[in-house]
């Protein structure tokens, strides 16, 4: 079995994420703020310390400003649906994900303006466009860190340093680089940041979050509201964060896993995790290039994006590749839109997609040969 498909979710999880999850609840899985004794205010602990971890892997000043959620997708929505009105103005990019581009499309129905800034054909965005497209009326500014499509880095540091001179704020979805790349919320001026825990971040799946500032938390109408364990005297969500825009139960074992897996990659460095998959990355390339018959869509230069390779066929069905990858040789990879559309008529792979190598830390370089033996074999016996 060899896995490529870490941009979906990461195989195999950080050492030490099942024994947490498993601790935890041999343990006692108890709820926060909802007990009055130890094994309560164990778990609470458990809960603050990991939110101190993400504050620190973020470069926030305090880990009450992170929020976890049941992933990015929820993250993403409470954060467009909390924030945006009715004549509001929104930025987005060609790259993003229908994690946000399905809720702008209710929002927009509800009187919300989006404007789309372009990418060019290798998927990099054209800054000059996005900086055209953010004036004083821009109330938002999304984007995604990185394509889950074809691995492009988008300027998160230049579109922050806009969007703080013209007065909007920015949401940035880093499901794909938290844990690879660096990212620092207050270098890059970046508001409100939406991660997921399953992918790079090494930890089990129904765990995400956002992290913000409390003022932005205050403009915001929660998404849902319920029980936090705290001021329950009163109707209304508390003011304060993480509550705000944590009403229900939390999903402990999920956190539990996310603690053990940022203590691992803090321990094996964001910079070592980056050498490495980019390394992979060059040798995946320079593989899938000594092929024929198939192109590679996104960014040439490996500075450019991340451990993640969009490969199209055009002389074949993209689908039958990806088919025969996992019925003859037991490779998994993942074909199709990848739930990014625009992402796709950017690089020109729309509307028959490609077919998807994401690769994660624990990949080898024996497997992307086997992987490069396997395509020689499809396209030789098409």
């Not at 009326?137 to 880095?153: D, E, F, K, P, Q």
């Not at 909007?168 to 939406?194: E, F, H, K, Y």
């Not at 490779?331 to 020109?348: E, F």
Request: charge should be negative.
């Amino acid at each position: 079995m060899i896995y490529f498909d870490n941009g979906s979710t990461s195989h195999p999880k950080a050492p030490g994420v099942a024994d947490a999850v498993r601790d935890i609840i041999e343990r006692g899985c108890f709820n926060i703020n909802r007990g009055g004794y130890a094994g309560a205010y164990e778990v609470a602990d458990l809960v603050f310390s990991t939110r101190e971890k993400i504050a620190k892997l973020f470069d926030c000043p305090t880990g009450r400003q992170v929020v976890f959620t049941g992933g990015v997708t929820l993250a993403l929505n409470i954060a467009l649906k909390g924030l945006l009105r009715p004549g509001d103005r929104v930025v987005i990019t060609q790259m993003e994900h229908n994690a946000v581009l399905r809720p702008l499309a209710q929002l927009r129905a509800q009187g919300v303006v989006v404007d789309t800034a372009r990418c060019f054909t290798d998927g990099r965005l054209d800054l000059s466009d996005m900086e055209a497209k953010i004036t004083e009326r821009t109330r938002l500014v999304v984007m995604t860190h990185a394509s889950n499509v074809c691995g492009a880095i988008l300027p998160v540091r230049e579109v922050g340093a806009i969007c703080r001179a013209r007065g909007a704020r920015l949401l940035v979805d880093c499901a794909q680089t938290a844990g690879v790349l660096p990212i620092s919320m207050r270098r890059d001026n970046i508001d409100i940041l939406a991660f997921s825990g399953h992918k790079s971040l090494l930890a089990t799946q129904g765990i995400g979050g956002l992290v913000l500032s409390q003022e932005l938390a205050g403009e915001m109408v929660p998404l849902v509201a319920g029980g936090t364990g705290s001021y329950s005297e009163t109707a209304d969500m508390p003011a304060e964060l993480p509550d705000r825009l944590e009403a229900g139960t939390l999903n402990i074992p999920g956190i539990a896993a996310l603690s053990a897996a940022l203590d691992y990659i803090e321990e094996t460095g964001v910079e070592n995790v980056y050498a490495r998959e980019t390394a992979l990355l060059k040798h995946l390339t320079d593989s899938v290039n000594a092929v024929s018959g198939v192109r590679i869509a996104g960014p040439s230069n490996l500075a450019d994006k991340i451990a993640v390779a969009a490969l199209d066929f055009p002389d074949m069905d993209n689908a039958v590749v990806a088919a025969r990858l996992d019925e003859e040789y037991g490779i998994m990879t993942r074909c199709g839109l990848h739930c990014a559309p625009d992402a796709h008529k950017a690089l020109g792979t729309f509307p028959r997609g490609a077919v998807r190598c994401s690769l994660g830390y624990f990949n080898t370089e024996t497997e992307i040969d086997l992987f490069a033996d396997a395509l020689k074999q499809i396209v030789k016996g098409r």
